[in-house]
């Protein structure tokens, strides 16, 4: 059986774990690469209303820069809208 590690104050804390940078992209910063929990620390900070969010952040992004057009924007944005609306319920 595992010992339970003692995660620290910032675990999955999404704006402390993964913040956006200068150039409007979002880094983890290099205390957080050092760390033993990153991996279920990001996954952590990822599940939720604003894991949704930098999901469509990367969505628009990738819109803007023309990786991708309209209908495969408005398909991503439509495949995460219901994920949203259960996690507001």
């Known amino acids: ?6 995660l620290p104050t910032c675990f999955g804390l999404l704006d402390t774990v993964f913040p956006k940078g200068e150039d409007g992209l979002r880094h ?4 957080c690469l050092d760390c033993e929990s990153k991996t279920e620390c990001l996954r952590a900070a990822m599940t939720g209303k604003k894991g949704l969010d930098v999901r469509e952040e990367t969505v628009d ?4 820069s023309g990786v991708i057009g309209f209908l495969e924007r408005w398909s991503m944005r439509k495949h995460l809208r219901p994920k949203r609306k259960g996690l507001e319920e």
Not at 1 to 6: A, L, R, T
């Open 1 to 6: 059986m595992e010992k339970p590690v003692d």
């Open 28 to 31: 983890s910063p290099p205390p």
């Open 61 to 64: 992004r990738a819109y803007e």
